[in-house]
C-alpha cells in the first residue's frame, strides 16, 4: 500500500435533519455518500476520506477533541459547546436545512414580559442551555435556564415562563401563541476542522479540495447558465441587458453577422430576462445548469 493510500481523512457528517441536504451537496460536489440504515460509516468514493455520522449537537466538540479531523457542523453548536475548532468554511445555501436559522427568546402572547429584563428570576427553557446562559449573562440577567428535552415551544407559560428555541419562519411561535422579544444568534452549516488536523500538510490540502468543491457547489446551486446567438449590429443592446456573473463570453459563428454570447445569471430571474433577450433579436437561447462555479 502506497503511502498516500494509507492517509485518512476523518469527516464528520450531521445525521438528522441536515442528513439528506448534506448528501446533495457532497454529491453536487462530486462525491457519492451512501448511507446505510444499520450503519453510521457511510460509504464514499474516495478512499482518502472515512466518514462518520454524528448528531450534529456533537459534532464541534467530536472535532475539537480530535476524534474527528473535519466535519459539518452548525454555527449555533458550535458556540453551545465552546469549543476551539478552525472554520474553513461558511456553507449557508438555497437548501432546506442549509439556509440561515435563527435562536431567539420568545415568550407566550399577553404575558406581559416584553425585554429580556423582564425574566430576572423567571424560568427559562431551552435545548441550547450554553446559549441561554451566555445570553443571560451578557445582559445582566438572572434566570433559571434548564435543559428542554424536546416540544420547547409548547412550555410557556405552565412549564416555563421563556424559552430559548431555533426557527426559521417562525411559524411554529405563532402556532403556539409565542412572541419573539429577542435575537440570541444567527446559525448556518459551518465546515469546521480538528486544530492540530489543520496543522498536517496533507490533511490540510485534502480539506482544501473539499472546501473548494463544496463552495463551488453551493455558488452554483442559484446560477444557470445561459447562450444565445445574437446579430452583431445588436450585440452593445443585448450585452446591457445581462447581468453576468462574470464578462460574458463571444464566440465568432460561420455567419459572421452573429455572435455567440454565453453567460451565467441568477436562475430566479430567468423567466423574465429571457423573454427580454428574446424580444431585443437574441436567437437559439439554451438553458443549462451549472454543478460548480469556482472563483
Known amino acids: 500500500m502506497s503511502e498516500k493510500s494509507a492517509k485518512v481523512l476523518r469527516l464528520g457528517l450531521p445525521k438528522g435533519t441536515l442528513q439528506d441536504t448534506t448528501q446533495m451537496l457532497l454529491a453536487r460536489a462530486g462525491f457519492d455518500v451512501r448511507y446505510s440504515s444499520r450503519s453510521y460509516f457511510p460509504s464514499i468514493n474516495d478512499p482518502e476520506i472515512e466518514c462518520i455520522l454524528i448528531r450534529p449537537q456533537e459534532m464541534a466538540r467530536y472535532v475539537a477533541q480530535g476524534a474527528m479531523d473535519c466535519g459539518i457542523a452548525g454555527h449555533d453548536w458550535i458556540e453551545e459547546n465552546r469549543v476551539d475548532v478552525v472554520e474553513v468554511a461558511n456553507l449557508e445555501a ?66 416555563a415562563d421563556a424559552i430559548i428555541d431555533v426557527t426559521d419562519s417562525g411559524a411554529s411561535l405563532r402556532a ?105 433579436g437574441a436567437r437559439g437561447i439554451i438553458e443549462t445548469p451549472l454543478t460548480k462555479i469556482v472563483h
Open 94 to 159: 438555497p437548501w432546506p436545512n442549509y439556509a440561515p436559522i435563527r435562536w431567539v427568546l420568545a415568550v407566550k402572547r399577553g404575558s406581559g414580559f416584553e425585554k429580556i429584563q423582564d425574566l430576572e428570576g423567571k424560568r427559562i427553557a431551552s435545548e441550547a442551555v450554553g446559549l441561554a446562559e451566555k445570553h443571560f449573562e451578557k445582559h445582566g440577567v438572572k434566570a433559571h435556564i434548564e435543559f428542554s428535552w424536546g416540544a420547547t415551544e409548547v412550555k410557556p407559560p405552565v412549564l
Open 176 to 280: 403556539n401563541d409565542l412572541e419573539v422579544i429577542d435575537t440570541i444568534l444567527a446559525s448556518t452549516p459551518r465546515f469546521v476542522a480538528n486544530r492540530a488536523a489543520s496543522e498536517d500538510p496533507w490533511k490540510r490540502a485534502k480539506m482544501e479540495q473539499l472546501r473548494l468543491l463544496m463552495l463551488g457547489a453551493i455558488a452554483a446551486a442559484s446560477q444557470v447558465n445561459l447562450s444565445m446567438n445574437v446579430p452583431r449590429d445588436l450585440l452593445a443592446k443585448i450585452l446591457e441587458m445581462l447581468p453576468a456573473l462574470n464578462t460574458p463570453t463571444l464566440s465568432p459563428l460561420a455567419d459572421d453577422s452573429w455572435v455567440e454570447v454565453t453567460t451565467v445569471v441568477e436562475e430566479k430571474i430567468v423567466r423574465e430576462i429571457i423573454v427580454q433577450l428574446s424580444e431585443a
